[in-house]
């Protein structure tokens, strides 16, 4: 009996063994491909919040982390665009927490301007047919954002129109708009304030992300 649990025993080591080794091997192998995939589809979405011809540098190496209450809980990525090595916008990260469902992780591109390149919502649990046109794919009322124009926090007209702004609401579902829309104000003007902060900032990779 104890020489055919031990026997067992040995056999179900070698196997854990060969297994382990062939997971790290197949994970080697992959992983370039995979960081590969993950870096393209992260450019393309940068590409969509701030267009390619506003900026020559390498948007997704000039990455840094920060922390502010504007942009919702815990660190997020700031992806600065340069025109010849010139500060002129940045993609940010950031979550409304106050969506219908939970929180919804966006990121925002605009100028140091006020004025909104693109949004898009990269993260969220809305309820599908309602609060999930916020998705591009969806619909396409995520581009209402384009090219808007923030008057300061006090502007009113940058809000849902069920609030006195321009945004238009879903049927039957206002919450998820509202708060996609003040958190890009809230991010907009986050983004304005970066200028004179660059200094300060962490690079992505020298801090705790």
């Not at 999930?132 to 619909?139: A, F, G, N, P, Y």
Request: with cysteine.
């Amino acid at each position: 009996m104890l020489d055919a649990i031990r026997k067992n025993g040995v056999t179900l080591a070698v196997f854990a063994a060969v297994t382990t080794g062939v997971t790290a091997i197949i994970n080697n192998v992959t992983k370039p491909t995979i960081d590969h995939q993950t870096e393209l589809q992260q450019k393309i979405l940068l590409d969509q919040v701030v267009p390619t011809d506003l900026y020559n540098n390498h948007i997704q190496q000039e990455c840094y982390i920060v922390t502010d209450p504007a942009l919702g809980a815990g660190p997020q990525h700031v992806y600065l665009a340069r025109k010849d090595d010139k500060p002129v916008a940045a993609a940010v990260e950031t979550t409304a927490p106050d969506g219908y469902s939970g929180a919804i992780k966006m990121i925002v591109g605009a100028d140091f301007n006020g004025k909104v390149l693109g949004v898009r919502v990269v993260e969220h649990h809305e309820t599908p047919g309602l609060g999930d046109k916020i998705e591009l794919r969806i619909s396409n009322w995520i581009n209402s954002f384009n090219g808007v124009q923030l008057k300061g926090k006090d502007d009113t007209q940058f809000a849902v129109k069920k609030d006195g702004g321009t945004f238009d609401q879903f049927t039957g579902a206002t919450i998820t708009p509202r708060a996609v829309v003040n958190a890009s104000k809230r991010t907009t003007l986050y983004i304005e304030t970066l200028p004179g902060k660059l200094a300060s900032l962490s690079p992505c990779g020298e801090s705790n992300e």
